[in-house]
């Protein structure tokens, strides 16, 4: 599947991404974390293949990436980035439909119109379907484009050995409490019928409670990954973020948890 | 407008009330075929399309009295081929417009506004200036070819300098954009001004009007020197439609939407260029249509380039018309430059889009 080995990717002397070995399973959601510059967006844009890495390679099935023509790749992952900065009078659902209005897919049908409204359900806008996409919250935009994500990888035409990719870079940035669980909740169940899911989170306790593995990224490299039991450690996260957290978990299922710590006089 | 009619208005406009793509293509198609055949019927000579028989008669060679005549040089010579120009003129700039504000993902974004335009006025100008001196052996061979193909060249010189010098990390910068593109239009509106200070009387009142812009001297030879462009455009318009789509979310994002992003830059460059460049060859510098068009069908149907492109095309041909018979009735037997009548009704479009939506085209 999507790997990267020993991927660097530098812009002028400064390595954003440092020697970066990291594989996408078909069925595994993986959350990367870590502080702000560590190089978290970057190395999600390299897998992409948005960007080329400066050394090493980014493989998806063993062909390098840069060889796929980008129709090809659109059929295998989706993308949902940061901040998306659409200006033009398009519906929530005409956003959700450019999602399979590329090149190589068919022309939208009735199937694509109702898979469409599948997925605004599943993200909580269907009610908001004809609403104009400029007149909506932060938070409703952002759940926009994950419909239109997962409306790219449900229609996409693809072959029972290729199983696809879904890619989220801060999906939870601008969503309150329950948003947050139904997105994530959501990309889970992407996971487990046979999807390889990578999202990039900020949120410890988030990624701790959905993802099945960890990577902590800090100054371009991979420090740490695993569960979050093997993530969470005091010494560890502090090092990485360079402020005092201390590490717990909760009473009923055993839950490891993070708690910034705050100094008072 | 009476008050019963308000709440209506209203209750449209909250549920983006739109017309369907086929909805907006035929009443395009209806009223560019009536611009059309008032645009014949029309004109100083009081000549109407009653005339019509007899002046294909008289153009076939079968008919020979002096009216009949009189008749043919109207509607077959003068107002035909003014009114196909002026259709192919009003399209391409409209086209022009709706392309760079999908590739650029700015509502503002015009060749008149960006300086492509007065890059491909500047080209021309020097073929006119320099025809029949240093550069004549290189214009010479290409006979009426020679003006479309320079602006052709000049239009496509600006829009990729443009396109170099606001690209950085795969993104435009939409502010740097617009200021190269100031910048260079000035830089070719001065240049040529350069050559019309150095041209005589005669060439520069042609000059002067001719910025100004004008069908007026449109005749059957101009007509088929726009033709291999008007194929062009055709041919590689609807080659854009989704890729400018996934442009509208911006050029990652079309990427991860599957779409060959440098593809669909090279193929918007080279149409906008052969648009622009042909349209400012035959008619001079017409501003606004391609700002007030495109505008005009995303209101109406939606930004859906499946829609915005094919009537972009027809409704920029009907209101090329318009505003031709208009230059050509308000003051007759004189006639206006075609590019004040349309500047007259663009202006306010594009102050109240600017008023809306700000420089940045973010709401």
Known sequence: MLAARSATFRVGTKSLVSDVDLTLEPGRFIAIIGPNGAGKSTLLRLLTGELKPTLGAIDLDGRTLASYEPSALARRRAVVP??????????????????????????????????????????????????????????????????????????????????????????????????????????????????????????LNLAAAFADELVLMNRGRIEARGSAAEVFKDELLSRAYGCDVRTNTTPAPGMPFVLPHAHRP | MTSEALPARVRERRSAHRFSTGQLIAGSAVLLAVAAIASLALGPTGITLASLPRAISSALGFSTDSAAAREQLVLIDI????????????????????????????????????????????????????GNGIAAPILQPLGVYALPVAAFVGGITTTGLLVMIAGRHGQLMVGTLLLAGIALGA?????????????????????????????????????????????????????????????????????????????????????????????????????????VVPHVVRLLAGPDHRVVLPGSALLGAALMLVADITARLVVKPAELPIGIVMAAIGTPVFLHLVMKRGVGGVE
């Open chain 1, 82 to 203: 940061q901040a998306t900065a659409l200006s033009f009078p398009f519906t929530a659902k005409e956003v959700v439909l450019l999602g399979a209005t590329v090149p190589g897919f068919a022309a939208p049908s009735e199937h694509i119109e109702l898979t469409a409204s599948e997925c605004l359900r599943t993200v909580g806008l269907l009610a908001l379907s004809d609403r104009l996409y400029t007149h909506l919250s932060g938070g409703e935009r952002q759940r926009v484009h994950i419909a239109r994500a997962l409306l790219q990888l449900a229609v996409a035409e693809r072959g029972a050995s290729q199983p696809a990719i879904l890619m989220l870079d801060e999906p939870t940035a601008s969503l309150d409490l329950a948003h947050q669980g139904v997105v994530l909740g959501e990309a889970r169940r992407q996971a487990r019928n046979g999807r390889a899911v990578l999202a990039v989170l900020h949120d």
């Open chain 2, 79 to 130: 107002r035909m081929p003014r009114t196909l120009l002026g259709m192919f003129v009003g399209a391409s700039l409209a086209i022009a417009g709706a392309i760079m504000q999908g590739m650029f993902r700015n509502p503002l974004a015009d060749p008149g506004l960006i300086g492509v335009s007065s890059g491909a006025a500047l080209a021309a100008v020097a073929t006119i200036a320099l």
């Open chain 2, 187 to 291: 830089l070719s509106g001065a240049l040529t001004g350069l050559i019309a200070y150095a041209s005589d009387d005669r060439q520069l009142r042609d000059l002067t009007f001719w910025s100004m812009g004008s069908l007026g001297g449109a005749t059957w030879p101009k007509v088929f020197a726009v033709l291999p462009f008007a194929i062009l455009i055709t041919v590689m318009t609807p080659m854009l439609i989704r890729g400018l789509n996934g442009f509208l979310l911006g050029e990652a994002e079309a990427y991860h939407l599957g779409v060959n992003v440098e593809r669909t830059k090279l193929i918007a460059i080279v149409v906008t260029a052969a648009s622009v460049g042909a349209a400012v060859a035959m008619a001079g510098i017409i501003g606004f249509v391609g700002i």
